[in-house]
Each structure stands twice: as C-alpha cells, then as structure tokens.
C-alpha cells in the first residue's frame, strides 16, 4: 500500500481497496434501501464520509469489505429508525383524522424467488443475501450482522429449508 494511496483518518484503508470493492459495497447497500438508487447513492456517499473523516476506524478486526458493509449496515438501521419513528407520528395522525388504520395488501399470485427471500425474517434474508448475492462466507455474513457464527449458521440453514419448502409448494401448486 503506498503512502499517497491512504486515507489520511484511515491508514489501514487504501482508496485503491475501497475503489475494488466498491460494486459490492453499492449492491449492499442497495438491499439495505429496497433497491432505491438514490437512498443507496446516498449511503454509500455517508459511508465514505464516515471513513474518510474517522468517525468509523477499521482496525483490521475483519476484512476490510465486511467492515464497510457494517458501516454501511450500521447507517442504513440509524436511517430507518429516524424513517420509522416519523411514519409511526404520521400514521397515529392518520388514525385519528380517518378513525381507522389503513391497510395496504399485495395479491401476488406467482412470487418469484426474491418474494419468498423478502418473505423470511430479517436476519434469515440477510444471511442469504450476504452468503448468495454478495459472496461472503457464513463467518463473514455472521460478524456483519452481529450474531455469533453458530446464530448465523442456525439462520441459514432455517433460511435454506423454508425457501426449499415454498420453493416445492409453488412447484407442486403449478403442476395442478
């Protein structure tokens, strides 16, 4: 690593490092947004922000990449809890003008994969995500998501059977 190629708050990471992972990074946090590109633009941005600043100092406890998706996870959770406390000020609004709650249902006929993926509980869809789409190993999806590696194979092995399952309901459904 040369000298002009660290980040001056952060000399265990190199631009050249964050620039080879930065697809993954962008497609990470693309998931932690519902594949919105601008919130996603605008993480990565923060993420970067933190790194360059110091505020998130990497000390080589991990990888590199599973610690810029921590921060970028990190980011995403502080985001929807500021999201979620103003929808739940709006809604209790709305049921107080309208006197009932509204209700929005999804008929989805025939869900494709991603929709029993989004179907499973948060940390069972992020393990799947983490270990199919972004190529990180049980150990490293696990150390992201904050369990011990036992949790994080407990969830992927329940994830992999439940999908298995509504994989052979949709299949058996469709052959009638």
């Not at 594949?35 to 923060?46: G, I, K, N």
């Not at 006929?109 to 069972?124: A, D, I, M, T, Y």
Request: charged letters at 30%; hydrophobic letters at 35%; aromatic letters at 8%.
């Amino acid at each position: 690593m040369r000298d002009d190629d660290v980040l001056q708050n952060n000399p265990q990471i190199s631009r050249s490092a964050l620039e080879a992972i930065h697809d993954q990074v962008f497609g990470w946090a693309l998931s932690r947004c519902d594949y919105d590109r601008t919130v996603a633009e605008d993480l990565v941005q923060q993420t970067y922000v933190e790194l360059l600043t110091g505020k998130a100092k990497f000390k080589e406890r991990s990888s590199l990449r599973t610690f810029v998706f921590s921060v970028v996870q990190n980011l995403s959770r502080s985001r929807y809890r500021r999201l979620v406390s103003r929808l739940r000020l709006a809604k209790a609004v709305a049921e107080d003008t309208a006197g009932e709650p509204s209700v929005v249902t999804d008929n989805i006929e025939h869900p494709n994969v991603w929709q029993l993926v989004q179907g499973l509980s948060q940390r069972q869809r992020d393990v799947i995500e983490l270990v199919f789409c972004r190529e990180m190993t049980i150990e490293e999806a696990s150390q992201l998501m904050g369990v011990t590696t036992g949790s994080g194979r407990v969830h992927y092995d329940r994830a992999k059977k439940r999908l298995r399952a509504q994989l052979n309901d949709y299949r058996d459904f469709d052959n009638e």
